[in-house]
């Protein structure tokens, strides 16, 4: 593969209960990030991860984990969804320089019922 | 607060030339960007602007003016697969990007 890879591509999910989004790189990017997407709203990060091992918050963390065990995954755990969860994930990476340009995964388009 | 403004809609003809605006109010700046993103998929890298003045990339060319807090995007020769959303993103003091609700670009044959 070559690039950024999520999973699933899709999912519907009853309110309640607990979700993984599965990212995936492959550039060997120092830096990773998760976004949501709302309609009429910019791409909003919820956190964030400058090297394996950190991670920091981004503008919207409530209601979301994340870990960075390597280099190469980064996944976003929703421990218990909420209908205000229902958006579409972006994960993205950048070579970690502070002008990097980031690079985004196909997204995750979530329903939580 | 931080803030990006993009205007939400914009029309143009095939063929023609549209030059997509975007200011800013941010802590900081690192840097502009601007993407493209296609309806149903993920934005993706077409420019970058750190310096004051005009960065051409064959169609497309974006324009800084960091004491205006301005920048612009011009497609020139418009095509109908150019018809998609433009994002406007600036990098603040934390090397954050802040990003504009975008742009949705409708180009008409």
């Known amino acids: 593969i070559a690039g950024i890879t999520q999973a699933p591509t899709s999912q519907i999910l009853a309110a309640g209960r607990r979700m993984t989004l599965r990212c995936t790189q492959d550039?060997?990017?120092?830096?990773m990030y998760w976004y949501r997407q709302d309609l009429g709203l910019g791409l909003r990060l919820i956190h964030y991860s400058n090297t394996a091992g950190t991670t920091g918050k981004g503008e919207v963390p409530d209601g979301y984990s994340v870990s960075r065990a390597n280099t190469d995954d980064f996944p976003l755990t929703l421990a218990s969804a909420v209908p205000s969860q229902t958006s579409v994930y972006f994960c993205?990476?950048?070579?970690?320089?502070?002008?990097?340009?980031?690079?985004f995964g196909p997204g995750t388009r979530l329903l939580v019922l | 607060g931080q803030n990006i403004d993009q205007p939400t809609e914009m029309t143009a003809t095939e063929g023609a030339i549209v030059q997509i605006n975007c200011t800013y109010q941010?802590?900081?700046?690192?840097?502009l960007f601007w993407y493209q993103q296609h309806a149903g998929e993920a934005p993706t890298f077409l420019s970058y602007?750190?310096l004051d003045g005009l960065e051409e990339k064959g169609r497309f060319s974006s324009f800084l003016s960091r004491s205006k807090g301005y920048s612009y995007l011009l497609l020139k020769e418009l095509q109908m697969k150019d018809s998609a959303s433009y994002l406007c993103a600036v990098k603040d003091s934390n090397y954050q990007l802040i990003w504009g609700a975008g742009t949705k670009l409708i180009i008409k044959p």
């Open positions: 602007n750190v």
């Open positions: 993205a990476s950048s070579d970690g320089t502070g002008l990097g340009t980031q690079y």
């Open positions: 941010t802590s900081g700046f690192n840097g």
């Open positions: 550039m060997r990017h120092n830096a």
